[in-house]
């Protein structure tokens, strides 16, 4: 079965994390600086902290904001459920404002339609999560000029979009957001197994999110002024002054990491390549795909085309007959069960509900072949006869 998804570890990446097997620190010893360092030079953000996921860092994010009972975050339903998750971990309500469906992304002007509605009824959100869709950035400047007018903070998740770019810029360097997040799970743009990180420009959010990711404790070396309520005893000293989490990330996932983020341009270049090949051969289906400009600044992270006329589980079924991992991306988050109970139903947000259901997610990752696009083409092909 081809997959739809898929990491590439070589023995370089292989020689990395045994190197720190054989050393004398399993954590908390050089490779996560390394790797913070290294994520800081590729996006030119100021700060980064490695976590242990991107579930981990979305959730320092909005602890490092403030999020807390009483607030309201909004988010796109077009993603992983983790973007959502996050508001509730802090005890804040969450919605959704719908997707553009030229994008796929979070609508700049349903948001600003809401906002204005939401302004009205003095019910703003504290933050919006914006997310880059199969690794193809949101309008940041749109968004950026709503933030300032309507006063919230801005996270990227940006798990599918290490490698993108947004005018010139990484996705990453946070010029248009208050905090970016990545994920490196395997099937994302580069992997450390498991693992996370969460990138600003601001050093109080950074000092926040470093506080909540390490149990909120402090220690006298690397204590935040006033954060210190008491004296110290001496150099053991460690002072809990939040409640805090482990989020560590090691340093034999870190050692994977430093490696693999040295290989993401050409994962992305490859990425992009496929992409625009399936395009080409794909031209003549009834299926709508991202335009060869969005993909040129996407990270490609994951192909998405959209039935036009046809049955989607049955083509995706046909293609799964034919050893063609297929998937789909996503469910929307408004119609999980856990969120049905919160009071969301469907009809709310129904430009997300039609892509869904007309969506398919083929094969793309950098080890693959034109030889492969080739076959899946051949495949979709008779899927749709
Ligand atoms: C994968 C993913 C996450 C969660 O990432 P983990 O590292 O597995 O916690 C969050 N948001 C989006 C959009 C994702 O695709």
């Not at 990491?7 to 490779?31: M, R």
Request: charged letters at 20%; a negative charge.
């Amino acid at each position: 079965m081809l997959p739809y998804g898929a990491h590439s570890i070589e023995q370089d990446d292989i020689d990395a994390v045994v190197d720190v097997l054989k050393n004398q620190f399993l954590t908390q010893g050089k490779q996560v600086p390394a790797f913070e360092n290294a994520l800081c030079n590729y996006t030119s953000a100021e700060y980064a902290l490695a976590v242990n996921s991107a579930t981990s860092a979305l959730h320092v994010a909005c602890l490092s904001l403030g999020v807390t009972k009483g607030d309201i975050v909004w988010t796109t339903p077009n993603t992983f459920v983790a973007s959502a998750n996050c508001a509730l971990y802090c005890g804040a309500d969450i919605d959704f404002v719908d997707i553009d469906p030229d994008t796929r992304n979070l609508s700049p002007s349903l948001l600003e339609a809401k906002l204005e509605k939401a302004k009205a009824n003095r019910s703003l959100p504290k933050v919006v999560i914006v997310v880059h869709f199969a690794g193809l950035s949101c309008e940041m400047d749109e968004f950026r000029r709503l933030s300032t007018e309507y006063d919230f903070y801005i996270i990227e998740d940006a798990s599918h979009a290490l490698g993108a770019s947004y005018k010139g810029s990484r996705v990453g360097c946070c010029s248009n957001s208050d905090i970016t997040i990545f994920s490196f799970h395997p099937v994302k743009p580069i992997t450390t197994a498991e693992g996370g990180a969460l990138l600003t420009n601001n050093k109080d959010i950074f000092d926040k999110a470093l506080l909540h990711a390490k149990h909120g404790v402090t220690r006298a070396s690397e204590l935040i002024e006033d954060e210190f309520q008491a004296e110290s005893d001496g150099n053991w000293y460690y002072q809990q002054v939040e409640l805090g989490f482990n989020y560590r990330l090691s340093d034999i996932h870190a050692a994977l990491g430093v490696s693999q983020l040295t290989k993401v341009n050409a994962f992305t270049e490859q990425r992009q390549q496929l992409a625009l090949y399936y395009n080409e051969q794909l031209a003549a289906l009834p299926v709508k795909v991202l335009s060869k400009q969005q993909i040129k600044t996407s990270a490609c992270h994951i192909y998405v085309v959209e039935l036009q006329q046809h049955d989607r589980l049955a083509v995706y079924n046909k293609m799964i007959e034919q050893e063609i991992g297929c998937n789909v991306h996503y469910i929307p988050v408004h119609l999980q069960p856990f969120y049905q109970k919160l009071g969301f139903k469907k009809g709310d947000f129904v430009n997300a509900e039609t892509y869904y259901q007309n969506a398919l997610t083929l094969p793309l990752f950098p080890a693959m072949t034109f030889q492969d696009v080739d076959t899946v083409v051949e495949a979709l092909k008779g899927a749709l006869l």
